[in-house]
């Protein structure tokens, strides 16, 4: 365990967290994009330059953007509901930190600790690009058709109704 | 400690954040973006399962980041237009009130 990766780990956490837990929709928005970058982060040190950058694009750019311009148009701006928690949320809380806790046992309990790190392997753009384009090209092919349906259907659903005439 | 374990750790702590939130939180948005946070978390496993792996030339895990991140950004568009149709319907974004799917 490095110093680096204990600094982006603090960070992304302390995101997640605020997050999670602030009054402020937009500001919880904010948090977000600082855990989302913190995580690119952990990518690009992981060796995965594109995946890291794809974050970066994708999450801080597009999707963070996409829930700031919904809070805007829904007006949960400012303080927002008046309890920020739902009635069970100790049910939530208990039944999340029960996941963590076996998800802990089960990562401690295995022998991934006597796992030594390979050597640095450069994950260029290019092996990934001639990987998309032969080995898995049908996968490319159904995500864009993926991504062409859900462009439709939340414009569809976005689309102001148009009032029916008799 | 290995650094394995601690990623894999690290992605644990984020993913039950974000299932804390999604299961705690009132507000339509925040449920989403809680979702969000545990797709990332997954990504987080793959690329240091890819890391740590055997054949890391093979390229694996990062082929499944790129198209687990695909799926997230299409799952965001979607929710986050289901969100305003409801909004634009019922005048709210509390998950708690949405409690009848007929309009």
Known sequence: ?166 | MSSLTSYLLLSALIFSIGLAGALTRRSAILVLIGIELMLNAANLNFLAFWRYGPHPEALTGIMFAIFSISIAAAEAAVGLGIILAVYKHRRTTDVSTMNSMKG
């Open chain 1, 1 to 166: 365990m490095t110093v680096p990766f204990l600094i982006l780990a603090v960070l992304t956490v302390v995101g997640t967290v605020a997050a999670m837990t602030l009054r402020n929709l937009i500001h919880c928005v904010l948090a977000l994009t600082l855990s989302f970058a913190g995580l690119a982060a952990l990518y690009l040190q992981l060796g995965a330059q594109f995946v890291g950058f794809v974050q970066i694009l994708v999450y801080v750019g597009a999707v963070a953007i996409l829930a700031v311009f919904v809070i805007m148009m829904t007006r949960g701006a400012g303080p927002g509901l008046h309890p920020i928690f739902s009635s069970f949320w100790t049910v939530g809380s208990l039944v999340a930190a029960g996941v963590f806790a076996i998800l802990a046992w089960a990562i401690c309990a295995s022998n991934l600790s006597s796992r030594i790190l390979p050597p640095q392997t450069e994950a260029a753009v290019r092996p990934i690009g001639d990987a998309l384009m032969h080995q898995y090209v049908l996968p490319l092919e159904i995500m864009g058709l993926l991504l062409t349906a859900a462009l439709i259907g939340a414009v569809v659903l976005a689309m102001q109704e148009k009032r029916r005439t008799p």
